[in-house]
């Protein structure tokens, strides 16, 4: 009697779990992965899975129970930290954040798969530096750009991370040397040898991350000839005397430049102050309130030939009245 009941019960039980797997199987390789501070769930389709199959997305912390991230998509991943605008709760640099996923099809719905805890700055997998070089005379300046964060950015994060400078002749890649715990991102390489072909490799170091970051490229430079700096500036002492002897020279003969150039009937000083004097001034009121000062006329006789003045002065007939009197 009993023994019937029990194997009916299992048997009821054994029904119900094979139809609940019936409906909907479980998306699988369900991970949370961070590059550069961000935050992705990334999962592949149940075995067999049919095209319309759709998933949602959650992720949680310690404090933050699960939020949802994406609904009924159709691709196999979703970026947690692109939703900063809606109303998730932003991702932090410090946080501790597990994922889980879930497909839909129809009204069917798989179990929740959940993924592996990841805590953002420990776990973050942090992208190559961006490094330039600047070769003068025989050394090579090396700047760096740190790698852009999705959260955050690099020194507020990792504040005492250094970076592994790494450098070789490029004829000779298996001599390399390095320069390691460097915090400010400009070194200036002054062990060289002139004329020579350099390459150069940067990595960042942080304490909590166990791992550096991913290496910066290749990149590489020729120094010039030591002499190079040396010369650059005796051109420069060259030009610089060339134009203070141009500005001497233009010094002593200005009065003849000037003569050359200028027109010879300058106009007195006085009288240029006087035009560029306002018309409200007091001189010019006075001047135009006043009454036209009085003529002062002296007896002149002109006693001239008057056969020469006509052809010497043909003008001398149209003067005033005055002057013929
Ligand atoms: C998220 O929730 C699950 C159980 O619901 C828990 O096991 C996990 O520890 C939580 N994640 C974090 C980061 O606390
Ligand atoms: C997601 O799809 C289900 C049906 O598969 C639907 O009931 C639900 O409303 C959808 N949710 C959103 C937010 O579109
Ligand atoms: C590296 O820096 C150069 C110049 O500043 C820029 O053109 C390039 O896009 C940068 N590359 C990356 C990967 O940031
Ligand atoms: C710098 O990088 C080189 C190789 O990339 C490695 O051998 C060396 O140990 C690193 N130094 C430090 C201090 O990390």
Aim: charged share 15%; hydrophobic share 35%; proline share 6%.
């Amino acid at each position: 009697m009993s023994a019937a009941l029990c194997s009916f019960i299992l048997t009821t039980t054994l029904y119900g779990s094979t139809v609940l797997s019936a409906i909907l199987s479980r998306p699988t390789n369900v991970h949370l992965t961070s590059n550069n501070m961000n935050l992705v769930l990334r999962w592949s389709p149940p075995e067999g899975a049919s095209k319309s199959l759709v998933y949602t997305a959650e992720y949680n912390t310690t404090v933050i129970p699960y939020t949802v991230g994406c609904v009924n998509i159709s691709t196999c991943e979703c970026d947690f930290t692109s939703l900063r605008t809606s109303l998730q709760p932003s991702i932090v640099e410090y946080g501790k954040y597990t994922g889980r996923v879930q497909a839909h099809e129809g009204l069917k719905s798989s179990p929740w798969v959940e993924s592996n805890h990841m805590t953002l700055d420990k776990d973050t997998i942090i992208g190559s530096p961006n490094v330039s070089l600047l070769s003068n005379g025989a050394t090579i300046e090396v700047s760096i750009k740190d790698p852009v964060f999705a959260v955050s950015t690099l020194r507020n994060v990792y504040i005492s991370a250094t970076y592994n400078i790494s450098y070789w002749k490029d004829s000779q890649k298996d001599q390399v040397k390095y320069i390691s715990n460097i915090q400010q991102n400009r070194v200036v390489l002054s062990d060289l040898n002139p004329r020579t072909k350099y390459c150069v490799q940067v990595q960042i170091n942080t304490e909590s991350n166990s791992r550096p970051s991913h290496p910066s490229r290749v990149t590489c430079e020729n120094t010039t000839s030591e002499e190079a700096p040396w010369m650059a500036a005796v051109l420069t002492a060259v030009i610089m005397a060339a134009a203070v002897a141009l500005v001497c020279v233009l010094a002593v003969f200005r009065k003849s430049i000037c003569q050359l150039f200028c027109p010879k009937d300058v106009l007195p000083q006085h009288f240029k102050e006087y035009l560029l004097e306002s018309p409200d001034s007091t001189i010019y009121l006075a001047m135009q309130n006043s009454h036209p000062p009085e003529e002062i006329y002296h007896q002149i006789s002109v006693i001239a030939d008057n056969r020469t003045m006509e052809e010497g002065c043909p003008l001398g007939k149209r003067e005033d009245p005055q002057w013929g009197d």
